[in-house]
């Protein structure tokens, strides 16, 4: 930007309510959450009344986990911004936290002896 120019700084316009305004001025989330955490739509939330956003995080969620850094791509929010929006979702119910599921048997020789292999190596 030269001296003088008076060419606004941001190329893009900025779509839709700003951040503080979704998470109603709040920073931090109320659970534990990580990029990694994976959270499912629970029945309990399906007769729910939401807002906008929060129909929007519980609806990516129906058809099984996603984490919370899938979501904020998704809807294209900050993490931070997501994890509040979580944290009102499952303190309400409408949301429940999600374990992966394991599908290898840990009692598995070959697990075991990649295991002890990498043990060794430490």
Not at 21 to 49: I, N, P
Request: proline share 8%; glycine share 6%; with cysteine.
């Amino acid at each position: 930007m030269r001296t003088g120019d008076r060419t606004p700084w941001v190329v893009e316009p900025v779509s839709g309510p700003r951040p503080y305004v979704v998470t109603g001025g709040r920073t931090h989330s109320t659970h534990d959450l990580d990029l990694a955490s994976l959270v499912k739509a629970s029945q309990a939330g399906r007769g729910m009344e939401l807002e906008s956003e929060h129909e929007l995080a519980f609806r990516l969620c129906l058809h099984g986990p996603v984490s919370v850094a899938e979501l904020a791509a998704r809807m294209r929010l900050p993490v931070q911004v997501v994890k509040v929006l979580l944290s009102d979702l499952l303190s309400a119910g409408a949301m429940v936290p999600a374990m992966p599921t394991v599908t290898v048997n840990p009692a598995d020789p070959e697990i075991l002896e990649r295991v002890l292999v990498a043990l060794r190596t430490l």
